[in-house]
């Protein structure tokens, strides 16, 4: 009988020439459950999810191999490589519809690794997949912290810590502009024997680029570059788009048809990439990702464009020396607080953001309190940003306003609402909540917002999307007052809406005006009437206007 240790030996080589099926075949046949050693079974678990990483099935059986596989070694290297994959593989599980993933299980399993295995990064990456899906910011700042700590991330690790600490209402901008200059520390900078130099050439126009991952039709971030890309002045400016990932090209033909090229780098390894946008000689480069989605962010610190500027997907510092400019607006970063961003502050007059609005008829919608003889509240905000503390602030709205209902809704799958789930029902209101998941039709997605009174901001880090498509739908948006770009987001959005009677100063505050709203029938009537009728005149769907604001500021840094 072969031992497990040599049996490991003898199917690398079959592993390496990917005959997944036959390394099932061998140790199924071979060996008992007992006789299989860590290896075996990761082996076993690793061939599997590479047959059938879409199959149920499969991936279920996997996540069986690999628990076993830590459970008889859990002490071992061979051990933390199984509950590795055990944790990456439960986190695929849970994305299939009906399954039952026990994350409290897998915590318990880490929390008992011994210290010089529970500090590797392998683990600490799986571990954050979890908190991912569970949209717990703490869990995942926690485990890439360790990550930084052990002194093997990469730059992604470090935008991941930076965007998760947008979450956290104790982590200052002076702690954002400090980890910024980091993170600028950390990148890779190339040889510049192996980059195309920048150009001195002078363009016939001011040649603009905008590099994103996001541009692939039903993102956001569309609706707010196509307000641009739709209304600037084609006789003094040339506008390329470079996406980093271009997936369903039909459905971004809408945006990248307004662009003079769109140039697809996602592909291309960084070098090839940087070297591909280099050779455009752009005048400005616009970030719109920041330390969010499949970034570039290492382009930065090498410099791709004459001037660099960072915009929309990230609202707070990047901290890299060589970008250079942030655009904002005078509700979001105060004059005094511009030693808090490494980049110099372009301010626009009214609005950092101008939303493009919808191909279809706006209709009033009657406050639905008349009808359901009760008030409800909502937010389509991305549950991350639903952290314990919103939760909390939310519930004691529940319980001020007499039969108040609230409706949440996000795009993921349910897995994302577990932990808001537990909190509502500790606090004892889960059975006023009301939950949705993805809906693929936009009207649908739209037409939810008829069912809701007023939309509840998340803070610290505020909505933007979301905020624009409720008051597009004529549904005010009570926010709370920030601390710095991200957290006062709702705050500028209200005040180009003259709707300050809709910001809070804090949560006690927060809590007053939602009862407040819904006691007073006749103010929030008239209030709700105000936001419909004003809204599509006002800065935040303004485009034209916008447009010329945007592109005068890119005019005057050239």
Not at 29 to 48: D, K, M, P, Q
Not at 70 to 76: G, M
Not at 102 to 123: A, G, N, T
Request: net charge positive.
């Amino acid at each position: 009988m072969v031992s497990a240790k040599d049996l490991e030996l003898k199917l690398q080589d079959l592993y390496k020439k990917k005959k997944y099926s036959e390394i099932i075949f061998q140790i199924t046949s071979r060996t008992t459950e007992e006789e299989r050693n860590a290896g075996l079974f990761v082996l076993l678990g690793i061939s599997r999810m590479s047959l059938g990483l879409k199959d149920k099935n499969q991936v279920s059986l996997a996540v069986q191999d690999f628990k076993k596989g830590y459970l008889k070694d859990s002490e071992s290297v061979g051990g933390l490589n199984a509950l590795t994959n055990f944790v990456l593989t439960s986190s695929i599980l849970s994305d299939f519809e009906n399954t039952n993933v026990d994350f409290d299980e897998i915590k318990s399993f880490y929390q008992v690794l011994p210290k010089h295995l529970k500090d590797q990064r392998p683990i600490n990456i799986a571990m954050s997949t979890i908190y991912s899906r569970l949209s717990d910011y703490k869990g995942m700042v926690f485990h890439i912290e360790k990550i930084i700590k052990s002194k093997e991330f990469i730059a992604q690790d470090l935008c991941n810590y930076g965007y998760w600490r947008c979450f956290d209402k104790n982590w200052t901008q002076s702690k954002f502009l400090e980890f910024g200059q980091f993170v600028n520390e950390n990148l890779s900078e190339y040889s510049q024997k192996d980059i195309v130099p920048l150009s001195d050439k002078k363009n016939e126009k001011i040649r603009v680029g905008f590099l994103s991952a996001d541009i692939n039709g039903s993102h956001s971030i569309n609706y707010f570059l196509k307000t641009v890309l739709e209304n600037y002045d084609k006789k003094n400016f040339e506008i390329i788009l470079f996406t980093n990932r271009l997936k369903d090209e039909k459905t971004a033909e809408r945006i990248t048809n307004l662009a003079s090229k769109t140039i697809d780098v996602g592909k291309l390894d960084n070098l090839r990439a940087f070297n591909t946008i280099r050779k455009f000689n752009l005048d400005i480069m616009i970030d719109i990702m920041g330390y969010t989605s499949r970034n570039r962010i290492e382009f930065y610190k090498n410099r791709l464009a004459k001037k660099q500027v960072i915009w929309m997907g990230y609202c707070n510092t990047s901290g890299l020396e060589n970008m250079d400019y942030i655009i904002t607006d005078p509700n979001l970063i105060y004059e005094n607080e511009k030693n808090l961003y490494s980049e110099k502050v372009i301010y626009l007059p009214e609005i950092w953001n101008c939303h493009c609005g919808f191909d279809f008829e706006r209709k009033e919608n009657p406050p639905p309190f008349i009808n359901n003889k009760y008030f409800t509240f909502g937010s389509f905000n991305n549950p991350s940003k639903m952290t314990d503390d919103v939760l909390n602030c939310w519930s004691n709205i529940l319980k001020k306003v007499k039969g108040s209902k609230l409706i949440i809704k996000c795009s993921s799958k349910k897995r994302k609402f577990d932990r808001i789930e537990k909190i509502f029902k500790k606090n004892g209101v889960l059975d006023s909540v009301s939950f949705y998941y993805r809906i693929d039709k936009l009207e649908d997605h739209l037409n939810l917002y008829r069912k809701i009174d007023v939309a509840l901001d998340t803070f610290p880090y505020n909505g933007v999307t979301t905020s624009f498509e409720a008051i597009w739908m004529g549904v005010p948006v009570l926010t709370m007052a920030g601390y710095n770009f991200n957290s006062r987001c709702g705050e500028s959005i209200n005040k180009n809406l003259n709707m300050e009677q809709l910001i809070a100063k804090d949560e006690d505050d927060y809590v007053d005006k939602a009862v407040g709203l819904s006691n007073n029938h006749n103010e929030y009537i008239s209030l709700r009437k105000s936001v419909f009728t004003d809204s599509t005149e006002s800065p935040l769907f303004n485009r034209k206007k916008f447009s010329e604001n945007f592109f005068k500021s890119l005019k005057e840094i050239v």
